[in-house]
């Protein structure tokens, strides 16, 4: 399942690039999450820009919405709201929503324990690896419906 998502959105990507070219690069948080927003009476500040770079700036999107969705069970409703938000503020063409969609569909988090697995020295997989694929797995489902919808 993961590996088919990672080889669509490399495939995907690599059509937009060669169809219309490389995407616009802008100034890019790099790591753009709730722990890198201060919010108080007044004022917002985001904060800790040691990832800045230059590069597409739906991936900063891509990055606050993909944490948020993993901390609330890949809620749908807090998704959509914040696509929504951000849509009425910056209005996403065809091409940045297709991107979006492409970087969501590549499986970000499920990398890291498989990656540890297969370089482990031993057999014994931790259980909390194994908790982390599982959870992957079951919020599977929710992940794929955000996923219609950004499309």
Same mark, same amino acid.
């Given at each position: 399942?993961?590996?088919?998502?990672?080889?669509?959105?490399? $495939?995907?990507?690599?059509?937009?690039?060669?169809?219309?070219?490389?995407?616009?690069?802008?100034?890019?948080?790099?790591?753009?999450?709730?722990?890198?927003?201060?919010?108080?009476?007044?004022?917002?500040?985001?904060?800790?820009?040691?990832? &800045?770079?230059?590069?597409? =700036?739906?991936?900063?999107?891509?990055?606050?919405?993909?944490?948020? &969705? $993993?901390?609330?069970?890949?809620?749908?409703?807090?998704?959509?709201?914040?696509?929504?938000?951000?849509?009425?503020?910056? #209005? &996403?063409?065809?091409?940045?929503? $297709?991107?979006?969609?492409?970087?969501?569909?590549?499986?970000?988090?499920?990398?890291?324990?498989?990656?540890?697995?297969?370089?482990?020295?031993?057999?014994?997989?931790?259980?909390?690896?194994?908790?982390?694929? =599982?959870?992957?797995?079951?919020? =599977? #489902?929710?992940?794929?419906?955000?996923?219609?919808?950004?499309?």
């Amino acid at each position: 399942m993961f590996y088919e998502q990672a080889l669509e959105a490399c $495939e995907g990507l690599g059509r937009m690039v060669s169809e219309t070219g490389a995407p616009e690069h802008y100034l890019c948080h790099g790591e753009l999450n709730q722990h890198h927003i201060l919010m108080g009476p007044g004022y917002t500040a985001v904060i800790e820009f040691n990832k &800045m770079h230059l590069g597409v =700036q739906v991936a900063d999107l891509y990055h606050f919405i993909r944490k948020a &969705m $993993e901390k609330h069970g890949w809620n749908m409703k807090l998704g959509m709201r914040l696509l929504n938000s951000y849509d009425r503020v910056l #209005t &996403m063409g065809e091409k940045e929503r $297709e991107y979006l969609y492409y970087l969501f569909l590549s499986p970000d988090q499920s990398w890291k324990p498989l990656n540890f697995s297969s370089n482990a020295t031993t057999a014994w997989i931790p259980s909390s690896t194994v908790d982390t694929l =599982q959870t992957l797995e079951l919020q =599977q #489902t929710a992940r794929t419906a955000l996923l219609t919808h950004i499309r």
